[in-house]
């Protein structure tokens, strides 16, 4: 919620409990122990003690859940409303391809107006502050 950055994430035809493990793998990376970041997620028993060890603090909501999970759950409206809705997807490869443009493109250069700057950009300006 600091700066709506989305920080990893996976593409899966299937959710599965190894595209998970994958998007926390990747996410992991980028971020160091302890820092007290909130993982927001509508599930997530499986993988608590893996949160915990990183010291990240879950979020956990009811599954389906909009209210609780309302920032996964906005950003994926406007993934649809400025990506989805008004594009025509021939495959799902196609559709792919997109996803990972447009997730660049909403992390590095999409003005968010609460910012007033990028995600990437805020989170940047604000470490050189520190």
Known sequence: MYNGEIVSYNLSKHPN???I??????AFKKIPNNTNLILHS???WQYQAKLKKKGIIQSMSRKGNCIDNSVAENFFGI???EL???NEYK???ELE????????YYNNSRIKSRLKMSPVN???HFQKLA
């Open 17 to 19: 409990f190894n595209q």
């Open 21 to 26: 493990l994958d998007m926390l793998k990747k």
């Open 42 to 44: 509508d599930q997530g």
């Open 79 to 81: 993934l649809k409303s």
């Open 84 to 86: 989805f809705y008004i």
């Open 91 to 93: 495959t799902i490869d």
């Open 97 to 104: 391809k997109d996803i990972h443009e447009y997730i660049k």
């Open 122 to 124: 805020y989170r940047t």
